[in-house]
């Protein structure tokens, strides 16, 4: 609970400190270039906290162009349930040897291409190559389970 609060403040605080007028970050440039409005802190809020899929027009939308980058990318997070959906997600992952990768939290990334808090992980493969890699995710998908691994790694079933 205590990280969904501190997600949904730095999220908040990030959508004031990017939408304000003087702001000409290249994150705001592209969102104001761009013919799609963000999602407004109640839509955001919304996303955050409900147990339901994200199936909205906006999010599919994302999901279709973040598909142009590589799954695990910062443009393409894995999607996820929650900090659980990340960490099950990681461990059904195979290293290219067969084995199982280790992985540690490194910390949230601001928001990816959903508008939502990304998270990294490193992830590493003793004997194999690469042997570190990063892997982005966005654990507000609730319900969703990723089924395709990404590049290097093979994934087990759900």
Request: glycine share 8%; hydrophobic share 35%; net charge positive.
């Amino acid at each position: 609970m205590k990280y969904i609060f501190i997600s949904a403040l730095a999220l908040t605080l990030t959508g004031c400190a990017t939408n304000g007028a003087g702001d000409t970050s290249p994150k705001t440039q592209q969102m104001k270039a761009s013919t799609e409005k963000p999602y407004t802190n109640d839509e955001m809020m919304a996303l955050m906290f409900s147990a339901a899929p994200r199936n909205d027009a906006k999010t599919l939308a994302r999901i279709e162009r973040a598909k142009t980058s590589p799954l695990g990318d910062k443009a393409n997070p894995v999607r996820t349930d929650s900090p659980r959906g990340q960490k099950t997600y990681l461990s059904r992952l195979n290293c290219a040897s067969g084995a199982t990768p280790t992985f540690n939290r490194m910390g949230s990334f601001g928001p990816g291409p959903y508008e939502t808090i990304i998270d990294g992980y490193k992830v590493e493969c003793a004997g194999s190559a690469p042997a570190t890699s990063t892997i982005f995710m966005d654990m507000y998908f609730p319900s969703y389970a990723e089924t395709q691994a990404v590049k290097g790694f093979t994934i087990d079933a759900p």
